[in-house]
């Protein structure tokens, strides 16, 4: 076992850890520690945009983007953060074409905009156009400059390095108020080396967490295989809270069957979604923006007509995304990566035939609390000193209850900058905290539990069966019955993952070994978004109870917080604690969501 | 240009066509996957697998297939599984291309299906190879922005035509198809290869940048743009469908025109 000593360690090379350890690199000794290479990050996979008010092509404002983010998230979202990141938007694109980022261009060449669901002019009068971009492949650009300026300020990259535990040292503390606590403290990361199957240590002053979303806990989704959620599974099992683990967001546009992700931006374009009726359904459903209404919207409107009996195809189970009135040419300059995958995937030619599509787990709303500074919080009152978190893997909380276009990579973009600055600021004040005894102790236990199980059950198979409960019981319809379903095969599932085995016994390259792992991180994830989906009665954003269909302001205008927690029991689970964190309000009083 | 200028019926009739063809078909596949793993043998062998397969499976799907039924120990790259993370490039029948990007029904399914490390670049297990020499040699074009004088307040202009001149090339996912592709990069590892070549490129011809003289002097190089001998190998094995061998000989003329 190795130990290496650096002032800031962050784990996961996508957007948010590229963009802090571009920062951070400038001002500390950094090290960037990514299951991948930098540039197989999912980040790499948006498509669409970013928004900024930049207002180069209609008149436009921060304060209206802070609005759309606010209402688009059912008014979950904590307004401090949304109108940071709003207002930091304008200063994050122009950072990015400063870093080379080859936007499409105006006229008179500025950067070009174009409409995205749920961003809107003037409080929602009419669709604005916001969102900078590069043809279909916005994230793609984003991911290669990040990484391009990473090489330009020699940023240091442990690539394909798995960090598997967090260390943190808990001390005796005092509040204000003289309550004693344990104050967490954040001494480093333990991390496997695929190539040789060595651990390594690191100690380091500040951690930024930046390791993505969970969409593999579903069946049909956008997310890589890779996004396991293992940043939230490390951080809850180190007695970090999970915020708001219930609100997911399908995103209305997979193809069919297969769930790979047609931006929102063939929306923004032009392109309709129609039943098997030929109708364009979203004019009932949301009349004023219609197809441009928010995505957990649209994806329950999907879901319901295919429930009615108006889903096309031969088993009735998708609707049509239908770019047929738009011109080949416009289609080809603005949307040719998404085409292309119509056309290689399904077969389908968008020029002349509708696309067959249907709503795709896409993105985690919650994650690991962290104020606006990106530090991690161990409880609502509490931040960990030096440990922060950035992008999908943290819950700020700008996204609220349901996401909005294009603002996960602004968030990445924002809250990555913050996080990169502010960790390495403080590790220039701050001294190193000692490693515990033996640190790669329990990461060891884990790896040689996997390796050396001799059970029967194959984890593909405990895999696809947590995803296709997942699917069945937890995606936009939801009720009482569904959740505790799903909850209930979570737990036979937890069962089956004890008598596991594996075949690969190797040191090199043992990606066996990590699929059992991030399994087990899939597992306890499933479970928090389950019983946090359970205990939430009422529907708002991304999470639909069909048993509580409406909003419940006076009851549930809060943040869920779930702990790991020996002692505690929340909806029969023993081990979680259930808590709330108030949500944080500025400007906005919470109003009907009508779009 | 603008979005749809034209409102689109509310309702449509759909052509009895939309909706496919129902069930999906099912066909049996031979996987010859060639593997390596020095931890047993110091040779390389090759694992053949029969296997039942969906009309809409790729190649990805039968690795994943054998690795998740079969075999725990195949070890392959891949993460985002649609073709825009470039982790799973590999030879397959005897070409390069992305297993996630290659439909079974697409194959000549009544052979054996070879699937193969690429080549060029050490292999360390199976179908994964070490990419350490590819980046360096994407690291040594200065694949990043350079731009003199003072960065303006706001965004640089740049016209929609000089954006477009080097949109191509801006498309790379780095998967190291085309350079392990190529002939020369087989015999001689020295050289930088298309890739390389297709980054520096993106920032050549890109109106904003003013270092495209110090990549030039570095591409003209005997390891740089001339040991390309227009094989065109590169070019067909773009997933993105980059003319790598067009870019390539555009940096070329760029030199020439430079006159060193």
């Not at chain 1, 994050?92 to 499409?104: C, I, T």
Request: hydrophobic content about 35%; some cysteine.
């Amino acid at each position: 076992m190795q130990v290496h000593k650096y002032d800031v360690v962050i784990v996961g090379a996508g957007g948010a850890g590229m963009r802090a350890a571009i920062e951070s690199g400038q001002r500390a000794r950094t090290a960037v520690l990514t299951k991948l290479y930098p540039t197989r990050s999912h980040t790499g996979a948006a498509q669409g945009g970013m928004c900024a008010a930049l207002a180069n092509v209609e008149e436009d404002n921060w304060e209206w983007h802070t609005f759309d983010t606010v209402k688009g998230g059912d008014y979950l979202v904590d307004q401090d953060a949304a109108e940071v990141m709003a207002k930091e938007a304008i200063d994050a694109v122009l950072d990015l074409e400063k870093m080379g980022l080859p936007f499409n261009r105006t006229p008179e060449g500025r950067i070009d905009q174009r409409r995205f669901g749920g961003h809107t002019r003037d409080h929602g009068k009419a669709p604005v156009r916001r969102a900078c971009y590069a043809a279909d492949r916005t994230g793609h650009m984003i991911l290669q400059t990040l990484y391009q300026n990473c090489v330009k300020h020699n940023v240091e990259f442990y690539n394909e390095y798995y960090v598997l535990d967090l260390l943190i040292v808990e001390e005796d503390a005092v509040r204000e108020d003289g309550t004693a606590y344990k104050q967490k403290r954040v001494a480093g990361v333990v991390s496997y080396d695929l190539a040789s199957g060595e651990l390594h240590v690191f100690q380091a002053k500040a951690v930024i967490f930046a390791t993505g979303g969970a969409g593999k806990v579903f069946k049909t989704t956008s997310n890589a295989h890779t996004l396991t959620g293992d940043g939230m599974g490390i951080a809850f099992r180190r007695g970090i809270p999970l915020e708001d683990m219930e609100f997911f967001q399908f995103h209305p546009t997979g193809l069919a069957g297969l769930g790979i992700l047609l931006s929102e931006a063939a929306r923004g374009e032009g392109a309709i979604l129609r039943n098997s009726e030929g109708e364009r359904f979203m004019e009932r459903y949301a009349p004023t923006i219609k197809d441009l209404a928010p995505r957990d919207i649209v994806a329950r409107s999907m879901a319901n007509e295919v429930r009615e009996g108006r889903g096309a195809g031969p088993n009735k189970d998708y609707v049509l995304l239908d770019l047929t009135h738009l011109e080949p040419a416009h289609i080809d300059a603005k949307l040719p990566d998404i085409t292309e995958f119509a056309r290689t995937y399904l077969g389908v030619e968008p020029y002349t035939e509708p696309v067959p599509v249907y709503p795709t787990a896409h993105y985690a709303m919650g994650g690991v609390p962290t104020n606006i500074k990106g530090e991690v919080l161990q409880d609502n009152d509490t931040i960990i000193p030096g440990l922060y978190a950035a992008g999908e893997v943290a819950c700020v909380s700008v996204h609220g209850s349901n996401r909005l276009g294009t603002n996960s990579l602004l968030d990445i973009n924002v809250f990555g900058k913050r996080s990169g600055i502010n960790a390495a600021e403080y590790a220039k004040t701050a001294d190193y905290v000692e490693l515990p005894e033996n640190p790669a102790n329990e990461t060891i236990a884990l790896l040689d539990s996997v390796r050396n199980a001799s059970g029967t059950e194959r984890i593909a198979s405990i895999r696809a069966d947590l995803q296709e409960t997942m699917d069945t019981n937890m995606q936009v319809f939801r009720t009482a019955d569904s959740i505790a379903k799903a909850l209930s095969d979570i737990e036979a599932l937890r069962e089956r993952y004890r008598n596991i085995s594996i075949q690969d016994k190797g040191k090199r390259f043992n990606l066996d070994l990590l699929e059992a792992v991030e399994l087990g991180f899939l597992l306890d994830l499933a479970q928090v978004m389950t019983v946090a989906a359970l205990h939430r009665k009422e529907s708002r954003g991304g999470h639909y109870r069909e048993d509580f269909p409406n909003r419940d302001d006076a009851n549930w205008m809060k943040h869920t917080m779930l702990y790991k927690d020996d002692a505690a029991e929340t909806e029969g689970i023993k081990g979680l604690r259930f808590g709330t964190k108030p949500v944080a309000f500025t400007r906005y009083e919470p109003m009907e969501r009508k779009y | 240009m603008s979005a749809s200028t034209v409102e689109p019926a509310s309702k449509v009739e759909l052509p009895a066509s939309v909706g496919g063809g129902g069930e999906i078909p099912t066909f049996d596949i031979t996987l010859r996957v060639r593997r390596y793993n020095p931890e047993v043998s110091e040779e390389s062998h090759w694992d053949e697998y029969q296997l039942t397969m969906y009309g809409t499976d790729r190649v990805l799907d039968a690795l994943h297939k054998v690795k998740w039924e079969l075999d725990g120990s195949l070890s392959f790259r891949r993460s985002c599984a649609h073709g825009v993370c470039g982790s799973d490039a590999m030879r397959i029948n005897g070409r390069n291309r992305l297993a996630c990007k290659t439909l079974l029904k697409d194959l000549d399914t009544s052979k054996p299906i070879t699937v193969e490390p690429i080549k060029g670049l050490p292999v360390e297990k199976d179908l994964i190879v070490d990419m350490e020499p590819f980046f360096q040699s994407y690291r040594e074009i200065m694949p990043f922005l350079i731009s003199k004088g003072h960065a303006p307040t706001k965004e640089r202009l740049q016209s929609a035509e000089d954006r477009e001149r080097f949109d191509d090339t801006t498309k790379c996912i780095l998967c190291a198809a085309c350079t392990s592709s190529c002939p020369v990069f087989w015999t001689d590892g020295q050289y930088f290869g298309p890739a390389a070549i297709v980054n520096a490129h993106r920032f050549i011809f890109d109106s904003r940048d003013d270092a495209g003289d110090m990549r030039l002097e570095i591409l003209n190089d005997k390891e740089g743009v001339w040991r390309c001998r227009t094989v065109f190998n590169c070019t067909e094995a773009c997933p993105r469908g980059i003319q790598v061998t067009k870019a390539i000989s555009e940096v070329k003329q760029a030199i020439l025109a430079r006159q060193f």
